[in-house]
T-cell receptor, first 117, second 115 residues
Framework: AQSVAQPEDQVNVAEGNPLTVKCTYSVSGNPYLFWYVQYPNRGLQFLLKYITGDNLVKGSYGFEAEFNKSQTSFHLKKPSALVSDSALYFCAVRVPISSGSARQLTFGSGTQLTVLP | ETGVTQSPTHLIKTRGQQVTLRCSSQSGHNTVSWYQQALGQGPQFIFQYYREEENGRGNFPPRFSGLQFPNYSSELNVNALELDDSALYLC??????????????FGQGTRLTVV
């Protein structure tokens, strides 16, 4: 079974400072890893993904994430936080699948990011 | 915004009733998944439809059922509603299996309240 842990329910950071939202995963085989963001009363918006290749992946709105296989982590980062980045962030994992098989995403419990002006 | 649309956006039902939620997938996507997001939690996988058949299911009872239509739109049906079914229900669509585009695109969700 696959699982995702987001150890911090809440992360506070001052505007302009770097931010990190942590994620660790457990899965059999090579993982596909994703970050999504959710604004109040909205669905999930895709930020970035790791499939294979370079361990540092870049995504939307200046976010990036680093895949660390030995630590089974996929932390989300941004060099300079904006107040508008304040939202709920979810890490998700799934395994590569054969044609026609379910693309089940397993999500973490989410981390509320608050960027203070 | 993604091209995934869900209806209705909100609804209130009474315990024991039945409800149908609808989802139109993004153009070109033939795979639709449904997730339940309870308050303060991450989304939980309910099931997935591919080529009009259920091809994966999470830990949800049979009173949660679905359909996918030839145009790839989908319905989620929940019978005998319980108070714990109150949640945000999210639909996600994705490109055909084997495509290099592997991420799922989510709709804005349907907020179901069971009273």
């Amino acid at each position: 079974a696959q699982s995702v842990a987001q150890p911090e329910d809440q992360v506070n950071v001052a505007e302009g400072n770097p931010l990190t939202v942590k994620c660790t995963y457990s899965v059999s085989g090579n993982p596909y890893l994703f970050w999504y963001v959710q604004y109040p009363n909205r669905g999930l918006q895709f930020l970035l993904k790791y499939i294979t290749g370079d361990n540092l992946v870049k995504g939307s709105y200046g976010f990036e994430a680093e895949f660390n296989k030995s630590q089974t982590s996929f932390h989300l980062k941004k060099p300079s936080a904006l107040v508008s980045d304040s939202a709920l962030y979810f890490c998700a994992v799934r395994v590569p699948i054969s044609s026609g098989s379910a693309r089940q995403l397993t999500f973490g419990s989410g981390t509320q990011l608050t960027v203070l002006p | 915004e993604t091209g995934v649309t869900q209806s209705p956006t909100h609804l209130i039902k009474t315990r024991g009733q039945q409800v149908t939620l609808r989802c139109s997938s993004q153009s070109g996507h033939n795979t639709v998944s449904w997730y339940q997001q309870a308050l303060g939690q991450g989304p939980q996988f309910i099931f997935q439809y591919y080529r009009e058949e259920e091809n994966g299911r999470g830990n949800f009872p049979p009173r949660f059922s679905g359909l996918q239509f030839p145009n790839y739109s989908s319905e989620l049906n929940v019978n005998a509603l319980e108070l714990d079914d109150s949640a945000l229900y999210l639909c996600a669509s994705s490109f055909p299996t084997g495509s290099s585009n592997t991420e799922a695109f989510f709709g804005q969700g349907t907020r179901l309240t069971v009273v």
